[in-house]
């Protein structure tokens, strides 16, 4: 290395002169007035010293920096890639890439003197040596970083020691960034054909709802077989003799290789994760059979809302607005007569419902001041007095309980869910309800959807209208909801727009009914080799993020065994990751706040599957095509000597010389700090000398 310094200015020369002119300026009003006792030569000498720390200090205002010139000779390198994964050391040769492969590479780099940067990856890149325990491969992801850290290194070769199998990434011959020097496979692995039949790939969706059927796509890779017999298995828990499948089917082998595609769907029964297994048996005896079973997850949602339609007499209204919920997945319905409801354990149990819709009820105690939505409907048998005591915003002042059809008049300013032209054109055109002669006293309501309308005169009489007490609540006083879904048959042929009016009112009094305080967010479906993070999110009563309070999680696996974990707060949220066994786990999520507890709790799953016991067959086709892509050839470990000994010997394989230039501030020498308060000393020793002062 060499290195030459410079002094370097950051301004103009005119500035430069213009501070040697003030100094000298400076320094000559100090000590134009010469002393008749002191030498000519010691005022000069004083003089020229006031200069020098004038200008010094001056000369720090234009931001001089010295300039580092260093020449470095970087000498040739290798990087060589190790695959890591399981695959490597899953075939005959498994106790020599366990013992003997890294003592060999150790001594031919040793005896080579080769300066080499090993690297390692399977799911990434990592330095230093192998264990070959990855669970995936990714062949996309190390050459891309390597392609960054050595982008302006003197690297003479890349060596990439895999058996071609990968099964994580992009596809490598799609790596679009060019390696600065050339690339040579080592060939690992066995490429021996061998009779096999594999589940290569399981498709299907991670998250299903209750009641839903969910597709499932299985791939089967088949080598070798033909003219076997093969079955295929579905199950629910691992298989067994007694054990029924929940899907089979029979294939007959006709070819040495091919891939069988294999289409089935899944109905749940139960909410939760749900895990699956499928299987694929044959009549011939194969090498690999780790590869011949497998399961997937499925995390089954029931998020369905229960509404309670509770009616005091039987109505059409009541199946009209049963079956326009029962259209839509999302809602579980069910109606009860009042009079049964008193008896049963539903009224005990009414809190498991998200709303109650109310068809011409008197007084059910247990429901007065409840914190559920209730949709209130009033028609012909409806007790007046008793609905003037059940709730809180409308009041019928007279004991005339007579009723009148009266047609209605849709709200142009109606703003709490969107009304379609084809819900709107079917309420336009939709007959009259019956509803209450005397008009009722509205305490207050949000927004109102219908007005009574007397014969052509529109009036500010609400008719269905919202309204919210720390819950929301529906009125529509008077009934005749059967008559719309009868004029959506007739206009439309179908009760869609019917249906889309019933579901907007329901879920416009569902939304936000109780917003979770704490929420935990987490993947349910996770592999043993991988990390599991949970993020939370603490609100306070008025809704605004916190972490000013423990949060604590105990996580129960399928034994009772409890592991207790704390959330670290970092920003605005919580934070958690953790490793753990195979198996499924239910966890619990504690904030204790000043005043209450908050609680969310869930549950995941942990899966052992293994990618890298699917394949097991060397693919030195995508090697060679991956080194001859990077100007590169394959190499054998028997070549492998001889072939670094050819890179050695190549004209490339020289040293690499390149100037790095670094620059300093010279304000942050303290040697020039010290140079200037030497020089304010001296002058000081000198005036007081011979000046005097």
Avoid at 29 to 40: A, H, M
């Amino acid at each position: 290395m060499i290195f030459l310094n410079t002094l370097v200015i950051n301004s103009s020369i005119f500035s430069l002169l213009f501070f040697i002119f003030l100094s000298l300026l400076l320094s000559y009003f100090l000590y134009r007035k010469k002393s008749k006792d002191v030498p000519t030569f010691i005022n000069l000498i004083l003089f020229l010293l006031r200069f020098f720390i004038f200008f010094f200090v001056f000369f720090l205002l234009l931001k001089p920096e010295l300039k580092k010139q260093q020449k470095i000779i970087e000498l040739p390198k290798f990087v060589f890639l190790q695959d890591n994964s399981q695959s490597i050391i899953l075939n005959k040769d498994s106790s020599y890439y366990k013992i003997r492969y890294l003592e060999f590479l150790d001594s031919l780099f040793i005896n080579l003197d080769l300066d080499i940067d090993f690297f390692s990856f399977d799911s990434s890149l990592n330095k230093g040596k192998p264990n070959f325990q990855g669970q995936f491969t990714n062949f996309a992801t190390p050459l891309d970083e390597v392609s960054d850290i050595y982008s302006n290194s003197n690297v003479v070769a890349y060596l990439f020691a895999s058996d071609g199998i990968y099964n994580q990434g992009f596809q490598p011959l799609y790596f679009d960034k060019n390696l600065n020097a050339p690339l040579y496979t080592v060939l690992l692995g066995d490429t021996t054909r061998k009779k096999d039949v594999a589940i290569s790939t399981v498709k299907c969706n991670k998250i299903s709802y209750l009641g839903n059927q969910t597709p499932v796509e299985v791939l089967l890779d088949i080598n070798g077989m033909q003219g076997s017999n093969l079955v295929f298995e579905v199950f629910d828990t691992i298989p067994t003799l007694a054990k029924k499948s929940l899907f089979s089917q029979n294939i007959k082998v006709k070819k040495q290789e091919f891939v069988s595609k294999i289409n089935f769907l899944i109905n749940p029964v139960s909410s939760g994760i749900q895990d699956y297994y499928v299987r694929i048996k044959s009549d011939v005896e194969e090498r690999n059979i780790d590869n011949n079973m497998t399961s997937f997850f499925i995390d089954v949602i029931d998020d369905r809302k229960k509404i309670l339609i509770l009616f005091d007499n039987h109505h059409p209204d009541i199946e009209a607005i049963k079956s326009a919920l029962e259209y839509f997945d999302q809602y579980r319905v069910e109606t009860e007569w009042v009079k049964d409801f008193d008896k049963s354990e539903k009224i005990q149990n009414y809190k498991d419902y998200s709303l109650i819709i109310l068809h011409q009820v008197p007084i059910v105690e247990q429901l007065t001041n409840i914190d559920i939505p209730i949709w209130y409907i009033l028609g012909k048998n409806s007790n007046l007095d008793s609905f003037n005591s059940i709730q809180d915003f409308v009041y019928f002042p007279t004991t005339d309980t007579s009723f009148e059809l009266v047609n209605f008049e849709v709200n142009d300013n109606f703003s709490s869910f969107i009304i379609n032209d084809s819900i709107s054109s079917l309420l336009s055109l939709s007959t009259p309800f019956l509803t209450p002669f005397k008009q009722p006293s509205v305490i207050i309501f949000e927004d109102v959807l219908l007005y009574k309308k007397i014969g052509s005169l529109n009036t500010e009489q609400p008719l269905l209208f919202f309204a919210e007490k720390d819950i929301k609540y529906a009125y529509l006083l008077g009934e005749g909801l059967w008559r719309w879904r009868l004029n959506d048959s007739y206009l439309n042929n179908n009760n869609l727009s019917f249906n889309t009016i019933i579901s907007k009112i329901v879920q416009y009094l569902l939304l936000d009914q109780k917003k979770k305080r704490l929420h935990v967010d987490y993947n349910p479906i996770n592999s043993v080799n991988e990390l599991i993070l949970f993020e939370a999110e603490l609100y306070n009563k008025n809704f605004e993020l916190i972490n000013s309070f423990d949060l604590d999680m105990e996580i129960i696996d399928s034994i009772g065994n409890t592991f207790h974990y704390k959330f670290t707060p970092f920003e605005d949220r919580y934070f958690l990751e953790t490793g753990l066994v195979k198996g499924k786990y239910n966890f619990i999520v504690t904030a204790s706040l000043k005043d209450e507890l908050l609680v969310d709790k869930g549950s995941f799953v942990v899966s052992s599957f293994s990618v890298e016991k699917n394949n097991l067959r060397a693919d030195y086709k995508l090697l060679s095509e991956l080194a001859l892509k990077h100007n590169g050839t394959i190499v054998t470990l028997d070549s492998l000597e001889t072939v670094l000994k050819s890179i050695k010997k190549n004209v490339n394989f020289t040293p690499k010389t390149y100037i790095d230039y670094d620059f300093k501030p010279l304000i942050s020498f303290k040697s020039f700090f010290l140079l200037i308060s030497f020089l304010l000393f001296l002058e000081w020793i000198l005036r007081r000398y011979y000046i005097n002062f």
